[in-house]
């Protein structure tokens, strides 16, 4: 998918924040909706095609009486995710009553595996819907995500059931991972926050992998290597180095797999993360990055890594991690 498109697309999504939550919320809230709901329609997207599956394996588990279902869902929906509701994002357009649209978009969410639940639940997106419905705007919102005017989906939309020309191409997740950390950039200069706080530049990025990669590109063998990142953000770094590694490695005949380790304390990038690892459809990486701070709560105290690499925030204060840590005032 080329940059014209990507950024198409969010254009569009940055105007569903103009068109419905102005007037409601305040501009530097406009992410707490945006956000999430771009995460949400995205596996919404991903999940379309096996809702039937998941939904005749939830019937039949229940009638088994099985309690444990996610692991088994899971694999009905054919991703490290899934929703066991009735629903799709699409089917709540339809609400005419605030109450049942509430209802029925609550069972929605409610319906994701706990997996999308820890992201929700750090992206504090619940705590929105009350402010949505009274001011009568989420049937809006769902109604600008599920618009067939763009698409958020990894298989293309065509102008016909022909499918002969495509109307709109796909998404892989590389781009959506761009159009993530583009709404991201945004938001951080609407905010006047610091540019690098919770984004690096894609080419610092890249610069960075080549610098703990290439020196030892010749003694790359066939095997599997770490990564890790202490401050990852929205996991960009991981996923530039994961991609570099993997190149120069086939560039040499190797054949060789690396595992992503990470750990943030921003609850909002630390959810689009572990979404972004999830829409990757590999669930274990998304279990592999930690939630807290690296020097006062490390989520990898035990492990060594292969490769590291991160861009901390420096002009941050460090006071609290110390004093967790057992450093008194006045002392180094």
């Known amino acids: ?73 899971c694999n009905a929906a054919d991703q490290a995710f899934c929703n066991a509701s009735p629903f799709l994002l699409k089917d709540l357009t339809s609400r005419a009553k605030k109450q049942t649209l509430k209802a029925d978009f609550e069972a929605y969410l409610d319906g994701f595996s706990p997996n999308v639940q820890e992201i929700l639940e750090k992206f504090k997106f619940r705590n929105q819907i009350d402010t949505m419905i009274d001011t009568d705007i989420l049937g809006a919102v769902i109604e600008k995500f599920v618009s067939p005017t763009i698409n958020l989906s ?9 499918m002969t020309t495509i109307k709109l ?19 951080n200069e609407e905010n006047n926050e610091e540019a690098g706080e919770h984004w ?27 990564c890790y990142d202490g401050a990852c953000g929205t996991g960009g770094m991981l996923t530039v180095a994961q991609d ?45 990055i930690a939630y807290g701070s690296t020097l006062s709560a490390d989520g990898n105290a035990t492990r ?22 057992g450093r008194k005032k006045g002392h180094s």
């Open 1 to 73: 998918m080329d940059n014209q498109i990507q950024n198409s697309i969010v254009s569009f999504i940055w105007g569903i924040a103009d068109d419905c939550l102005r007037d409601v919320y305040v501009r530097g809230k406009y992410r707490d909706v945006i956000l999430p709901m771009t995460v949400i329609r995205r596996l919404d997207a991903m999940l379309e095609d096996t809702k039937p599956a998941v939904l005749k394996m939830k019937k039949t588990m229940d009638d088994a009486g099985i309690t444990n279902q996610w692991p088994a869902l």
């Open 154 to 162: 990894p298989k293309p939309v065509y102008t016909d059931d022909t």
């Open 169 to 187: 191409p796909a998404l892989d997740n590389h781009g959506m991972g761009t159009i993530f950390e583009e709404l991201i950039r945004k938001f």
């Open 200 to 226: 690096t530049p894609r080419d610092v990025v890249e610069l960075m992998a080549d610098l703990i990669i290439v020196p030892v590109a010749d003694q790359i063998m066939d095997a599997t290597y770490s």
């Open 244 to 288: 570099r590694l993997l190149n120069i490695a086939k560039r040499r005949g190797k054949n060789v797999s690396i595992h992503l380790f990470g750990q943030e304390v921003q609850p909002e990038t630390y959810a689009i993360c572990k979404a972004d690892m999830l829409l990757k459809g590999d669930g274990d990486q998304a279990d592999h």
């Open 304 to 325: 060594q890594f292969d490769f590291m690499l991160a861009n901390p925030p420096y002009g941050k204060s460090w006071k609290s991690d110390a004093e967790k840590n």
